[in-house]
């Protein structure tokens, strides 16, 4: 009846990004589905984080401990944007997505960690149910929207 916002809260990534072409760049993330976070509260009886993050019908971390997206071409599209498509793994399936990207600038030090860092956005839309993840389908959509605000460090 509305849009449903959540979020992951733990990943890992791993950037080589060349600014004078960008298409020759690399990326890869990897997302712990256990970070699943949808700010409703929990009650006593129904722990609604943990039922979408262990139920076989769901996420089913036991199982599928880990997401993956790994970028197999960048199609740049303007001086600051491009269309990533990758490879992404989810539940034991993979299927390729796209990703508008938009490189919103970079420093040369971090005012916090004094690191060099990079920004970005991105958008796409998948569907659950190529991944298997059918559950409750039409009730709850089948169209998820990804929406990526990612500040990346250097190490």
């Known amino acids: 009846?509305?849009?449903?916002?959540?979020?992951?809260?733990?990943?890992?990534?791993?950037?080589?990004?060349d600014a004078a072409a960008p298409e020759k760049s690399s990326l890869s993330v990897t997302v712990d589905p256990s970070s699943y976070r949808s700010g409703v509260m929990p009650k006593p009886q129904l722990n609604f984080d943990n039922l979408v993050i262990s139920d076989p019908k769901l996420f089913n971390t036991p199982k599928f401990p880990r997401i993956t997206y790994v970028a197999t071409k960048i199609d740049r599209t303007g001086p600051a944007t491009a269309k990533v498509t990758g490879d992404l793994t989810m539940l034991?399936?993979?299927?390729?997505v796209v990703l508008d990207a938009v490189f919103n600038g970079s420093l040369k030090a971090h005012p916090f960690s004094k690191r060099p860092v990079l920004g970005f956005s991105a958008t796409g839309i998948l569907k659950r149910s190529d991944f298997g993840m059918s559950y409750l389908i039409p009730q709850v959509g089948d169209e998820?929207?990804?929406?990526?605000?990612?500040?990346?460090?250097?190490k």
Request: charged fraction near 20%; aromatic fraction near 16%.
């Open 1 to 17: 009846m509305a849009w449903f916002v959540a979020r992951f809260t733990n990943f890992t990534t791993d950037l080589g990004f």
């Open 92 to 96: 034991g399936v993979t299927k390729s």
């Open 144 to 154: 998820v929207e990804i929406s990526v605000e990612a500040e990346l460090v250097t």
